[in-house]
T-cell receptor
Framework: IAGITQAPTSQILAAGRRMTLRCTQD?????MYWYRQDLGLGLRLIHY???????GKGEVPDGYSVSRANTDDFPLTLASAVPSQTSVYFC????????????FGEGSRLTVL | KNQVEQSPQSLIILEGKNCTLQ??????????LRWYKQDTGRGPVSLTI?????NTKSNGRYTATLDADTKQSSLHITASQLSDSASYIC????????????FGKGTTLSVSS
């Protein structure tokens, strides 16, 4: 089934540890995104990539990094996790940066202690 | 500042009843408006996408309207079902370079029997 796959589904992490959330899509979409969703704040954009080889900062990029080595994969890395990064993380993709339908993964629930 | 405001924040209705969710935006220049449904513990799923020239669009029992002059949209749910219990998110796309999606915080709908 075509779509977006995120891993892990959930993770408990000690503060200061490094963590990479994986995201893979098989729809050959150019644009990919990472969002975090927190209660009362809605979805906020962390980083995005309009095409392979390019990335950009979203609304809340601090403490996170991304790479886009190919079309399908868009990993999100927390270099040194802090408790404020406890959240649900969603990866998404679309065929166009602002016109295409946005497809979301099922989310990765991260708890930083 | 580009913003999307949704109301009400939460809503409880009886199964079989209709309801209307509101979305007001101050996004400019406007490209399109989307409604997403997010079930608990899942990623958001697209319901409708409307461009400037579209006043209404339906998807089964869901009907979205758009008034680009007043910058308002509504999502009407007809003959609600228990499975309609979810968060409904309004997203407005601005026509600009890079990523241009502005998310509302969502309306949480609970349908009870």
């Amino acid at each position: 089934i075509a779509g977006i796959t995120q891993a892990p589904t959930s993770q408990i992490l000690a503060a200061g540890r490094r963590m990479t959330l994986r995201c893979t899509q098989d729809m050959r979409h150019n644009a990919m995104y990472w969002y975090r969703q927190d209660l009362g704040l809605g979805l906020r954009l962390i980083h995005y990539s309009n095409t392979a080889g390019t990335t950009g900062k979203g609304e809340v990029p601090d403490g996170y990094s991304v790479s886009r080595a190919n079309t399908d994969d868009f990993p999100l890395t927390l270099a040194s996790a802090v408790p404020s990064q406890t959240s649900v993380y969603f990866c998404a993709s679309s065929g166009g940066a602002d016109t295409g339908e946005l497809f979301f993964g099922e989310g990765s629930r991260l708890t930083v202690l | 500042k580009n913003q999307v405001e949704q109301s009400p924040q939460s809503l409880i209705i009886l199964e079989g009843k209709n309801c209307t969710l509101q979305c007001n935006y101050t996004v400019s220049p406007f490209s399109n408006l989307r409604w997403y449904k997010q079930d608990t513990g899942r990623g958001p799923v697209s319901l409708t996408i409307m461009t400037f020239s579209e006043n209404t669009k339906s998807n089964g029992r869901y009907t979205a309207t758009l008034d680009a002059d007043t910058k308002q949209s509504s999502l009407h749910i007809t003959a609600s079902q228990l499975s309609d219990s979810a968060s409904y998110i309004c997203v407005v796309s601005a026509r600009q370079a890079g990523t241009a999606l502005i998310f509302g915080k969502g309306t949480t709908l609970s349908v009870s029997s």
